[in-house]
């Protein structure tokens, strides 16, 4: 089967990526890095150096931001040949620190890491562009100034990374180097070192009051978090081999940032190969909207792992899920708030389960999925393995079973490796409310 099949790509971008203008408010910072190389000389010898732009003081070079070519030569001996070698370095550039409100058309470069230093938002009519292989550390924080990067409605990101090179937004204490994947210092354990990235667009929800779109949890109703419309084709962008790791900082009790927020998001949006890891809340939620999302993974996240809420319109689709004895379910699914009815589809999904995980104490492992509020869904060709024994399929109210026996919630194609004493009585026998 499909799912099946993508596994193996999908494990192999999980493990490689994670072995273990703007206004006076967004500016750059030269101050982090100032490398100086010194040389010195034997006897009878003599030593020159060239240096474009950098300062020299006696045979040292301070050579930040610059490139530089020094040479040595022996001295004129009798019966001795010259020796002249040459060395070109490039110095590292300095991180560049972003805050506050992008304003004008950017473009985030792979050769030195962005800082985001608190929210980021990168405004109505802007175009974010970051490059492939470009790694973004979100500073340590929490409540309001937790640091994250958000794309308001009508704003644009262009993320397009690679499966060699993808974009990378991490904590600011991840000592992964520029020019690679992975760090050594964090582990899965490793949870809220920053927030998350967010993405809020026009289409539409249902909400609360009918509403026509409401502010996103999390960001205050002064700053511009609003989200849901009427254009289901609206287009934020583009995210395209991202992995997102250790963020999830808490905002306020019981209230910490996904690792990624979707708001509304349209379908003309393009979001493929997301990667997120280790985060303390959810790892993707979507909040109404249209958007169609393939080939995400989503790993040890202390909370669900996909969470679906307001009548979320797309499809998921080729979807892994790895969960670790903190993670609540794999999947947990909310439905309308408002009239507006819609439901979404998942099709192909392996979930993956952690059988340490308890019923009471940790919270992990539950259930694979837990509906409820009325929820609406089609969740086709799944594959699943090592959930404790228990496990199952729930709905939690007397609507999303009504909506389970009607037809409107449906489940096709689904291969579970039970744990030892379970089987399909015991995976479905929560699809009824008494």
């Not at 689904?414 to 409310?433: A, E, F, I, L, R």
Request: charged share 15%; with cysteine; net charge negative.
């Amino acid at each position: 089967m499909k799912t099946i099949k993508n596994l193996f790509f999908l494990l192999t971008f999980s493990l490689i990526a994670f072995n273990c203008s703007s206004d006076d408010d967004n500016s750059g910072s030269d101050d982090d890095v100032s490398p100086t190389i010194s040389f010195s000389d034997d006897a009878d010898a003599w030593s020159s150096a060239v240096a474009q732009g950098a300062q020299t003081t006696g045979a040292d070079l301070n050579v930040f931001g610059w490139t530089y070519t020094a040479s040595q030569m022996a001295a004129a001996i009798d019966g001795l040949s010259y020796d002249n070698p040459t060395w070109t370095v490039d110095s590292p550039q300095a991180d560049e620190t972003h805050s506050g409100f992008i304003t004008a058309d950017e473009t985030w470069t792979n050769d030195r890491f962005h800082i985001l230093d608190g929210k980021v938002y990168v405004q109505e009519g802007v175009t974010l562009t970051i490059e492939p292989g470009t790694i973004i550390k979100g500073a340590e924080s929490t409540g309001s100034n937790a640091s994250a990067l958000i794309v308001a409605q009508g704003g644009m990101i262009n993320a397009n990374g690679t499966a060699s090179a993808p974009i990378i937004f991490t904590a600011e204490s991840d000592n992964i180097a520029l020019g690679t994947n992975a760090g050594t210092n964090l582990s899965i354990d490793d949870r809220a070192l920053w927030g998350g990235v967010l993405v809020l667009g026009k289409a539409q929800g249902s909400f609360s009051g009918d509403a026509e779109s409401i502010q996103i949890e999390g960001l205050p109703a002064t700053e511009p978090g609003s989200y849901g419309g009427t254009n289901d084709a609206d287009d934020s962008g583009v995210l395209n081999y991202i992995s997102i790791r250790h963020g999830g900082a808490v905002i306020g009790s019981d209230n910490e940032i996904n690792g990624l927020t979707l708001g509304g998001v349209g379908s003309g949006t393009t979001i493929s190969n997301i990667e997120v890891v280790a985060n303390l809340d959810d790892g993707i939620e979507w909040f109404a909207g249209a958007v169609n999302v393939s080939n995400p993974i989503v790993w040890g996240c202390a909370d669900d792992l996909l969470d679906i809420d307001e009548a979320f319109s797309g499809t998921i689709s080729n979807a892994l899920t790895i969960s670790t004895n903190v993670t609540d379910h794999a999947m947990e699914i909310d439905g309308p708030a408002g009239s507006f009815q819609a439901g979404f589809t998942i099709d192909g999904l392996t979930m993956i389960g952690d059988t340490s995980a308890t019923i009471d104490g940790v919270s992990g492992n539950r259930e694979y999925s837990d509906l409820r509020d009325g929820a609406l869904a089609t969740i086709n060709n799944v594959y699943a393995y090592g959930f404790r024994a228990g496990s199952d399929v729930e709905l939690d109210d007397a609507t999303s079973a009504a909506n389970y026996a009607a037809d409107n919630i449906s489940f096709s194609n689904w291969q579970v490796v039970y744990p030892s004493g379970d089987d399909n009585s015991v995976m479905w026998n929560d699809t009824t409310v008494e």
